[in-house]
């Protein structure tokens, strides 16, 4: 028997617990804050005309605070690659309240990533605290980043496994299985105990779906959803190239890109794709929208995100994965929920190279009766969109052509 290992997975089980508590707190803490500043901007829509400033204000703060936190995700999947010395202490609270500055000035931007900084710089400092070897700390660190995704989904499952899954280049795979459910868990009990918002949505009934229209639909809705993840981050890549060609400096980026949202935003009309814009996914889980609406949102989101406004994907593509759905439901005359809640899952799991946790969140949410479904569309879409990754310390940040169809 080994007992050295027997010791590790004991004692980083029992540090699970406080890890994922930590980040449960978190999380609900940033949820609260996050609702408080949309509602406001719902109710005062003039404030997006500060958008520019705003974002210039994030880009200081980044800029004369902590330089290395403005990473993000991508920090933390070097950390777990080579755990040396320990995340930035400026990096949680940086981001919280770079995140809710772009919300309340309407970047369109997501939260889930910003989750996953939040527990794992939670559990970072517990590692820094105890001074915890470099072994402990990485799986304390896969532990707090899926229990931050599980406490801000409202997923404890898929959150123990997204740690896992997103890091899986520190060469942990699924071998810490039990701390992750520990500290996901604990961060979802936590959660509910202070009842964090979290969106309802509907249940997925699949006993009538089940015939080979629906299945060749669900084939070529999956190719659709990892070429729009694709479409994402060579959109998001692209700008980000233009700035560095016309030289211009990461202090006028936010000016820009802002100011480029606000005219975008005034000359649409609708406001919906302002923030998270979770109700337009929920209701694009059951109405048909047009094709511009995924479109604009992957530009839209794409401009946020380049132009230093801070966020995450994750939330912006489900939004995108829903309505692409739910146009494409309409197109081929078939219920929207079976769709949508594959393009609810497939296009961050294709982004994120997360298929496994993806498929269990979105069972989690929609019921497990779509598993079949769900597995099938998010492994498709992943091989789809290819080496191309929200996460460019994950598998190598690329940009290959949108129509290429070469497997990662």
């Known amino acids: 028997m080994n007992f050295k290992r027997s010791g590790l997975i004991i004692k980083t089980s029992l540090l699970s617990v406080l890890v994922g508590i930590l980040a449960g707190l978190f999380i609900t803490i940033f949820l609260y804050a996050l609702e408080i500043a949309s509602t406001f901007r719902d109710g005062h829509l003039q404030v997006i005309y500060f958008l520019p400033l705003a974002g210039l204000i994030i880009v200081l703060l980044y800029h004369y605070a902590d330089k290395i936190s403005a990473q993000g995700n991508n920090l933390i999947i070097q950390k777990s690659i080579r755990p040396r010395g320990f995340l930035p202490l400026l990096m949680s609270p940086l981001?919280?309240?770079?995140?809710?500055?772009?919300?309340?000035?309407?970047?369109?931007?997501?939260?889930?990533?910003?989750?996953?900084?939040?527990?794992?710089?939670?559990?970072?400092?517990?590692?820094?605290?105890?001074?915890?070897?470099?072994?402990?700390?990485?799986?304390?660190?896969?532990?707090?980043?899926?229990?931050?995704?599980?406490?801000?989904?409202?997923?404890?499952?898929?959150?123990a496994i997204f740690g896992m899954e997103v890091l899986r280049r520190s060469g942990l795979k699924f071998a810490y299985l039990l701390q992750a459910l520990v500290g996901s868990f604990s961060a979802y009990g936590i959660s509910l105990l202070l009842k964090a918002p979290h969106p309802d949505y509907i249940r997925v009934t699949v006993e009538s779906y089940f015939n080979f229209k629906i299945i060749g639909i669900v084939l070529v809705s999956s190719l659709l959803f990892g070429l729009s993840a694709r479409l994402f981050i060579y959109l998001h890549l692209q700008i980000i190239k233009l700035y560095q060609k016309l030289n211009i400096h990461d202090f006028a980026k936010p000016l820009i890109g802002g100011g480029i949202l606000v005219l975008c935003f005034v000359w649409e009309g609708s406001y919906l794709y302002i923030g998270l814009g979770l109700e337009t996914i929920q209701y694009a889980m059951e109405n048909p929208v047009g094709f511009q609406v995924f479109v604009l949102k992957i530009i839209f989101t794409a401009i946020t995100l380049a132009s230093g406004f801070k966020g995450g994907e994750f939330t912006p593509l489900v939004f995108i994965g829903v309505t692409l759905a739910s146009f494409i439901s309409t197109q081929v005359g078939v219920p929207i929920e079976l769709i949508a809640s594959l393009g609810f899952a497939a296009v961050f799991a294709s982004a994120s190279k997360t298929p496994i946790a993806c498929s269990i969140m979105a069972c989690e949410i929609f019921g497990f009766g779509i598993l079949p479904y769900v597995l099938a569309s998010c492994f498709i879409a992943t091989l789809v969109c290819g080496k191309a990754s929200i996460y460019k310390n994950q598998i190598g940040y690329e940009t290959p052509p949108i129509v290429s169809f070469k497997a990662r």
């Open 95 to 159: 981001i919280f309240v770079t995140t809710i500055i772009t919300h309340l000035f309407g970047g369109s931007a997501g939260r889930e990533g910003v989750a996953v900084q939040l527990g794992a710089s939670g559990s970072d400092y517990i590692s820094r605290w105890l001074k915890l070897e470099a072994k402990e700390k990485k799986v304390l660190l896969i532990v707090g980043a899926g229990a931050g995704f599980g406490a801000a989904m409202n997923t404890p499952l898929a959150g």
